[in-house]
């Protein structure tokens, strides 16, 4: 099926460090999501994005919109170890309530 | 907030038995669900889609045959993995879609084991 271009598939940062991530598509999106899955778990939503150029924060964490509506952005600022996880976009399309997934950012925060 | 609980969380089975996965809403109604299958260190992959009182769409190259979904009520959908085999073996995620509401809530997905 259908996947977003996720980037960077993996990191490993420093405790305290930001981070940047982004999803890209060919396609264009009414709606951008940004998930995090810990192991054995389901996704838990971070950020809704609605509207292109949308810039959205939750806590340390900050999403955008991209303008072209074909990208999205999430950063953190000053990682802490419990940020560990796969961080996900997900991507929805107009005339359809399905979500299309990235490929996934690892992120592993090093103490 | 919406809750979407999902049984079994893990389950282990032998090769040509049967498997159901059941996602029900509990705090709201879910008219829509979505099954989702993830490999280790893969994305979530859509199988099908399932609406209240009628029958699941599938994604392409999903077998309806094999992956029987059943969505009868506005707070139950199943997903039953008929003769189950080793290559069936994922981690199965539902997902519902929240009215009023342009969120998605996932379940805790069900680690399938085929032996």
């Known amino acids: 099926g259908q996947q977003l271009n996720q980037s960077p598939q993996s990191m490993f940062i420093q405790e305290g460090e930001d981070v940047s991530m982004n999803c890209t598509s060919s396609?264009?999106?009414?709606?951008w999501l940004w998930y995090k899955q810990d192991p054995g778990e389901g996704p838990v939503l971070l950020i809704a994005?609605?509207?292109?150029?949308e810039l959205t924060s939750n806590g340390r964490l900050t999403a955008q919109f991209g303008i072209t509506r074909k990208d999205s952005f999430l950063n953190i600022s000053a990682s802490i170890p419990s940020d560990v996880g796969i961080y996900f976009c997900?991507?929805?399309?107009?005339?359809?309530?399905?979500?299309?997934f990235g490929t996934g950012t690892r992120l592993k925060v090093l103490a | 907030g919406a809750v979407v609980s999902q049984h079994p969380s893990w389950v282990i089975c032998k090769s040509g038995t049967s498997v159901k996965i059941e996602c029900r809403s509990l705090?709201?109604?879910?008219?829509?669900m979505f099954w989702y299958r993830q490999f280790p260190k893969q994305s979530l992959m859509l199988m099908a889609t399932s609406n209240e009182g009628s029958k699941a769409t599938y994604e392409q190259g999903v077998e309806k045959d094999k992956f029987l979904i059943n969505h009868a009520s506005l707070t139950l959908s199943t997903l039953t993995v008929t003769s189950a085999h080793p290559e069936d073996s994922s981690f199965y995620i539902c997902s519902a879609r929240v009215l009023q509401d342009y969120g998605y809530t996932f379940g805790s997905g069900t680690r399938l084991t085929v032996v």
């Open positions: 994005l609605y509207k292109a150029g």
């Open positions: 705090d709201f109604q879910a008219t829509t």
């Open positions: 396609s264009i999106f009414n709606t």
């Open positions: 997900a991507g929805q399309t107009s005339g359809t309530y399905k979500y299309i």
